[in-house]
Structure formats: C-alpha cells, structure tokens
C-alpha cells in the first residue's frame, strides 16, 4: 500500500502569515492527491482535489501543488477560522481502489 | 441538498460485530456512478480509509482490514451497511460515511474512487467490555 507522510505534524503561526505543509507520497501517484480541512467535532472537509484544483466555494487563500511523490498545501494568510487539523489524501488510479490518509497537521494561532 | 447520516451502536463489546448504517438523501445509490465510503478516526487519531461501494456494487476494502469488513447498500431504502467483526478497544472510533463523486473526463463519467464531497457527521463507537 502507498504511505503518505505529512509534515509538520503541527504548527504554530500568527495571523497573516503563510503556512505550508507537506506530504510525501511513497511511490509515484501523479496527481492523485486531495487535501481536507477539519475543525474540532466536524466531519473533514475537502478543500483541494487533483493535488491543484480549489473546491467550489473554498477560499482562494487555499492552494495545492506538487504532483509525483512531493506536495504542497499553502495557506497564503491564515486566517482565525483556518485553525483545524488539515490531511492529505491518495487515492490509486488502479483497481483494487484503496485510498490512503496522512498523519495530520495541526495548524493553531500563535 | 446532500446529507448524509451514520447510525449505529455507541457501545460494542470486544469480539463482537459492528454494524453501522449510512443513510444518504439528495443523490441515489442506483446511479450516476457515485460512491459511498467509509472512514475512521480514533479519539486524537488520523484519518482512516475503510471500504467504498459504488452504485453498481463494485467493492473495495482496506488491506489490513479486509478479512473484517464488509460493505453492501440497500438502495430502496437509501443506505450502505458497513459490518466490521470481531471487535477491539483499539476498533474505538469515530466513524464517518462519505460520498465519492462521479469521476467524469473527456466528457465521460466513471465510478472511481477519487475523493470525498460530502461527509456525514459521524459517530463514535466504543468497544469496551
């Protein structure tokens, strides 16, 4: 199975800075590579699909990039409400279909 | 509007089978080439892919947990069953249903699991004797 590593497991920024977190892929999954938010007691909500490409209606302040084993989620100026744990999520482009989550990074307010 | 909403046990005793209901409304299982998965989450704990099931019926489980698990859908009655057997503590989890878009490309659209769009809130299932 393909593991996913996140980094950094948490972080700590002030308001308005840029926040980067990373996942490393274990093998080659192109583009394969989603990104989602959770907020403590909330179901996970996805934000990026295809490694790039922002959900509908997600702000533009979320964005994704890397593509083979090395991504990238940014966060260009964090806001208040950004406070959550974030995941990256793999999913195989052959059958069997298994889908694959990162460890997690907890992003707070310093 | 897409909801969807697991139910199920709060209290399971090790070795005993779980069995957990995902009600789904606003899209249908028997088309469209949707999906509904589940996932888990222990207290504290990352995210955990379980099992998907697209609405014609074809099947996936997680490696490690495959020999445990098995997924089906009512679609009369619009829910996907999830039962995982011969529980543990270390089973204790919140347990999400989710649904898996069609994948579409080239103006076609497949059953792919791909992503998670929709989610339910979820609920926490203990084992505990």
């Known amino acids: 199975d393909i593991q996913m590593t996140q980094s950094p497991s948490s972080l700590s920024a002030s308001v308005g800075d840029r926040v980067t977190i990373t996942c490393q892929a274990s093998?080659?999954?192109?583009?394969?590579l989603n990104w989602y938010q959770q907020k403590p007691g909330k179901a996970p909500k996805l934000l990026i699909y295809?490694?790039?490409n922002l959900e509908t209606g997600v702000p533009s302040r979320f964005s994704g990039s890397g593509s083979g084993t090395d991504f990238t989620f940014t966060i260009s100026s964090l806001q208040p409400e950004d406070i959550a744990t974030y995941y990256c999520q793999q999913y195989d482009n052959l059958p069997p279909e298994t889908l694959t989550f990162g460890g997690g990074t907890k992003v707070e307010i310093k | 509007q897409v909801t969807l909403k697991e139910s199920g046990p709060v209290l399971v005793k090790p070795t005993e089978t779980l069995t957990l209901t995902c009600t789904v409304s606003?899209?249908?299982?028997?088309?469209?080439?949707?999906?509904v998965s589940w996932i888990r989450q222990p207290p504290g704990k990352a995210l955990e892919w379980l099992a998907h099931i697209f609405s014609n019926d074809e099947k996936s489980y997680s490696t490690s947990l495959k020999s445990r698990l098995t997924i089906s859908k009512d679609t009369s009655k619009s829910q996907v069953v999830l039962t995982m057997t011969n529980m543990d503590p270390v089973d204790t989890a919140t347990y999400y249903c989710?649904?898996?878009?069609?994948?579409?490309?080239?103006?076609?659209?497949?059953?792919?699991?791909?992503?998670?769009?929709?989610w339910g809130q979820g609920t926490l299932v203990t084992v505990s004797s």
């Open positions: 295809d490694a790039s």
């Open positions: 989710a649904r898996i878009p069609a994948y579409c490309s080239g103006g076609s659209c497949y059953s792919r699991a791909v992503k998670f769009d929709y």
């Open positions: 093998q080659d999954i192109s583009n394969y």
């Open positions: 606003g899209f249908s299982l028997s088309n469209a080439r949707m999906g």
